[in-house]
């Protein structure tokens, strides 16, 4: 089988920087994502010590004398799929309160401890929480990023791209996921990814919360895949099934926290009242979204409403990833009011916002636009530019901060 390609990692600086001040970082995100290669690399030019409770032995050490355990600890240590013994947070609190030297312990987890609100006050003050995700195709490509930058700058210069077609289908379908990229055709890509969420269903989300019906995952999980980029609607997930609205709630929370769901919520305004309230649905990765809805690179360009919704969250996705190479913290919304007037895209710097419109297809007209103009009058001088993205070839301004550019641009500047 062929070994996944070693790529740099946007996040790698920031992780270097927080072990400098901080005692403790926590590296999370789904698993197989490549979070125990990145704390390997920047943890071996430290001496760091590794360890993963994923090993029965290991676990079982940690669990039966969470505090015996920490203290047999070598001064700098990876503690890789934490999740699996949270009754070491305590342990690692009280270790630290006694020597709060920075980096002592690197965590990596598969679990969003942020939605685990006892596990991280436990260690709040005293660590750092890094995201990561599957591979942006930035990284991929080996490229830095400079989108974001002039995002905020309005500083999109006239330059023509080749228009990415087929390829664009075929990134969307391919995902992110080292181990799924490593596999030679897209037909083994695919069995990765169904293979993948069976595993973590079976194992990762049963341990994480009883589910009545474990076997009714997959199903909503393909069916939060065709949902991809719309307003979560749980009265249409949870029709389906024999269950109450709670429990499909539930259990979406329970996907979010193993990152194969992401929930983008609604950016709102004191100035204007009439906004949906509502989060929008994401998959954590089109890749796996695709293998759920069984679609390869020719269904898909041939599902236009399908491509439409993938390349929104491919977007998403794409553009999360590339924000951990920034200095300040990007926060994503999306726009809609009670007229039908949105934008897929909300991001926020500080107090500096932009709006994001994502096409699939290869024109853009002034009626394109229409969101990111009522966005601009709403946040008033925090408006730093709009744009559409599209798969076309040139980047053209559409007004005052407004510009076409297209999707090519994020990787291949």
Same mark, same amino acid.
């Given at each position: 089988?062929?070994?996944? +390609? /070693?790529?740099?990692?946007?996040? @790698?600086?920031?992780?270097?920087? @927080?072990?400098?001040?901080?005692?403790?970082?926590?590296?999370?995100?789904?698993?197989?994502?490549?979070?125990?290669?990145?704390?390997?690399?920047?943890?071996?030019?430290?001496?760091?010590?590794?360890?993963?409770?994923?090993?029965?032995?290991?676990?079982?050490?940690?669990?039966? $004398?969470?505090?015996?355990?920490?203290?047999?600890?070598?001064?700098?240590?990876?503690?890789?799929?934490?999740?699996?013994?949270?009754?070491? *947070?305590?342990?690692?609190?009280?270790?630290?309160?006694?020597?709060?030297?920075?980096?002592?312990?690197? =965590?990596?987890?598969?679990?969003?401890?942020?939605?685990?609100?006892?596990?991280?006050?436990?260690?709040?003050?005293?660590?750092?929480?890094?995201? /990561?995700?599957?591979?942006?195709?930035?990284?991929?490509?080996?490229? +830095? !990023?400079? *989108? =974001?930058?002039?995002?905020?700058?309005?500083? *999109? #210069?006239?330059?023509?791209?080749?228009?990415?077609?087929? $390829?664009?289908?075929?990134?969307?379908?391919?995902?992110?996921? !080292?181990? @799924?990229?490593?596999?030679?055709?897209?037909?083994?890509?695919?069995?990765?990814? #169904?293979?993948?969420?069976?595993?973590?269903?079976?194992?990762?989300?049963?341990?994480?919360?009883?589910?009545?019906?474990?076997?009714?995952? !997959?199903?909503? /999980?393909?069916?939060?895949?065709?949902?991809?980029?719309?307003? =979560?609607?749980?009265?249409?997930?949870?029709? !389906?099934?024999?269950?109450?609205? &709670?429990?499909?709630?539930?259990?979406?929370?329970?996907?979010?926290?193993?990152?194969?769901?992401?929930?983008?919520? &609604?950016?709102?305004?004191?100035?204007?009242?009439?906004?949906?309230?509502?989060?929008?649905?994401?998959?954590?990765?089109?890749?796996?979204?695709?293998? /759920?809805?069984?679609?390869?690179? +020719?269904?898909?360009?041939?599902?236009?409403?399908?491509?439409?919704?993938?390349?929104?969250?491919?977007?998403?996705?794409?553009?999360?990833?590339? @924000?951990?190479?920034?200095?300040?913290?990007?926060?994503?919304?999306?726009?809609?009011?009670? $007229?039908?007037?949105?934008?897929?895209?909300?991001?926020?710097?500080?107090?500096?916002?932009?709006?994001?419109?994502?096409?699939?297809?290869?024109?853009?007209?002034?009626?394109?636009?229409?969101?990111?103009?009522?966005?601009?009058?709403?946040?008033?001088?925090?408006?730093?530019?709009?744009?559409?993205?599209?798969?076309?070839?040139?980047?053209?301004? *559409?007004?005052?901060?407004?510009?076409?550019?297209?999707? #090519?641009?994020?990787?291949?500047?």
């Amino acid at each position: 089988m062929a070994r996944p +390609k /070693l790529h740099p990692r946007l996040a @790698a600086p920031r992780l270097a920087e @927080a072990l400098g001040d901080s005692p403790v970082v926590l590296v999370h995100g789904p698993r197989q994502c490549g979070k125990t290669t990145l704390a390997q690399v920047v943890g071996r030019r430290r001496r760091y010590a590794y360890f993963t409770f994923d090993d029965d032995v290991q676990r079982a050490a940690a669990e039966a $004398d969470p505090v015996g355990y920490v203290a047999r600890l070598p001064g700098r240590a990876i503690l890789d799929e934490i999740q699996r013994v949270p009754r070491l *947070f305590l342990a690692l609190k009280a270790a630290v309160d006694r020597d709060r030297a920075p980096g002592r312990f690197l =965590l990596t987890g598969s679990s969003n401890v942020l939605l685990l609100p006892t596990l991280a006050d436990s260690l709040a003050g005293r660590i750092q929480i890094l995201r /990561l995700d599957p591979l942006a195709q930035i990284e991929l490509e080996h490229r +830095k !990023p400079w *989108f =974001l930058h002039s995002l905020f700058d309005a500083d *999109f #210069r006239a330059h023509r791209s080749e228009r990415l077609g087929d $390829d664009l289908v075929a990134r969307v379908v391919a995902g992110g996921y !080292p181990a @799924a990229l490593a596999r030679r055709t897209a037909g083994r890509r695919a069995a990765w990814y #169904r293979d993948y969420v069976e595993t973590l269903v079976q194992r990762d989300v049963r341990e994480l919360g009883r589910i009545a019906a474990l076997d009714a995952l !997959p199903r909503l /999980l393909s069916l939060a895949a065709g949902q991809t980029a719309r307003l =979560l609607n749980v009265s249409e997930l949870a029709a !389906p099934f024999h269950v109450s609205r &709670p429990t499909i709630r539930e259990y979406v929370t329970l996907l979010r926290r193993v990152f194969l769901v992401d929930e983008l919520p &609604p950016w709102h305004s004191n100035r204007l009242s009439r906004l949906v309230k509502t989060p929008k649905l994401h998959m954590g990765d089109t890749g796996v979204a695709c293998a /759920l809805l069984g679609v390869d690179a +020719k269904a898909l360009r041939e599902d236009r409403g399908t491509l439409g919704q993938l390349v929104e969250t491919f977007i998403l996705q794409e553009l999360r990833r590339q @924000a951990l190479a920034l200095d300040h913290d990007v926060r994503f919304h999306h726009y809609r009011d009670r $007229d039908g007037l949105e934008v897929d895209l909300v991001l926020e710097r500080g107090r500096d916002l932009a709006g994001i419109e994502v096409k699939a297809g290869a024109t853009v007209t002034a009626a394109d636009f229409s969101g990111l103009r009522r966005l601009a009058g709403v946040a008033g001088k925090a408006f730093c530019a709009g744009v559409v993205l599209y798969d076309g070839e040139s980047c053209v301004g *559409f007004g005052e901060r407004l510009f076409a550019l297209p999707i #090519r641009r994020l990787w291949d500047a």
